[in-house]
């Protein structure tokens, strides 16, 4: 089944404990993108991936770091977590016309 | 940057009314993009629209992109309770490249059975 997979779906963590949220996709897909939704601000974009090792920074990217070594993972690394950053997260891919999102990673940081 | 506005913010219709969401960027767009996502759910793409003028129909949705292709609207004719969810829209960069792609706020439908 195509899809996109993340993981983990739920995180508790504490205020500078660095975490990585992991991203993949079975489609081959060229576009990669982190995107975080929060309540009255929308769906904005983190970072983007373009194809491998090819990456950059979306509307809202302090506080995150991507990677893209492979053409269908594309983790999202938090180094020092902050309450600010609780949030839910989605990542998604694409081929160029529409995303294909996850299911979404609801971060907790206390 | 390029924002990306839609209104109404939130809608409550009665089972069988219609149902219509605006979407507004400060910039031309190359095309528009609309998903939809159930409560609980993750957005989930529907439809894209490139043309100046295009209408798009599917089933009981209706999408129209602006002649300016600065607006775009959904319609959905006779709403069910399945059409629940939030609606968005969201356009890429002033390049045209899909993958910097900013959304909208959203609009909520809720349908009173």
């Known amino acids: 089944e195509a899809q996109v997979t993340q993981n983990p779906r739920y995180l508790i963590t504490v205020t500078g404990k660095k975490l990585t949220v992991t991203c993949s996709q079975n489609?081959?897909?060229?576009?990669m993108s982190w995107y975080r939704q929060d309540p009255g601000l929308g769906l904005r974009q983190i970072y983007y991936?373009?194809?491998?090792?090819?990456?950059d920074k979306g509307d809202v990217p302090e506080g995150y770091k991507v990677s893209r070594k492979e053409k269908r993972n594309f983790p999202l690394i938090l180094e020092s977590p902050s309450p600010n950053q609780t949030s839910l997260y989605f990542c998604?891919?694409?081929?160029?016309?529409?995303?294909?999102f996850g299911s979404g990673t609801r971060l907790t940081v206390v | 940057g390029q924002q990306v506005m839609q209104i109404p913010q939130y809608r409550h219709v009665q089972e069988g009314e219609d149902f219509t969401t605006y979407c507004n960027s400060s910039?031309?767009?190359?095309?528009i993009q609309w998903y939809k996502q159930r409560p609980g759910g993750h957005p989930v793409f529907l439809i894209q629209?490139?043309?100046?003028?295009e209408v798009k129909k599917q089933k009981r949705l209706t999408f129209q992109f602006g002649e300016a292709k600065k607006n775009s609207s959904l319609h959905i004719t006779a709403t069910q309770t399945t059409d629940v969810g939030t609606y968005f829209c969201?356009?890429?960069?002033?390049?045209?490249?899909?993958?910097?792609?900013?959304f909208g706020k959203g609009t909520l439908l809720t349908v009173n059975p």
């Open positions: 998604a891919s694409s081929t160029g016309v529409g995303y294909t």
């Open positions: 489609m081959n897909h060229e576009y």
């Open positions: 991936s373009m194809n491998v090792e090819v990456t």
């Open positions: 910039t031309t767009l190359s095309n």
């Open positions: 629209l490139v043309k100046s003028g």
């Open positions: 969201a356009g890429p960069d002033s390049g045209g490249s899909n993958y910097k792609l900013t």
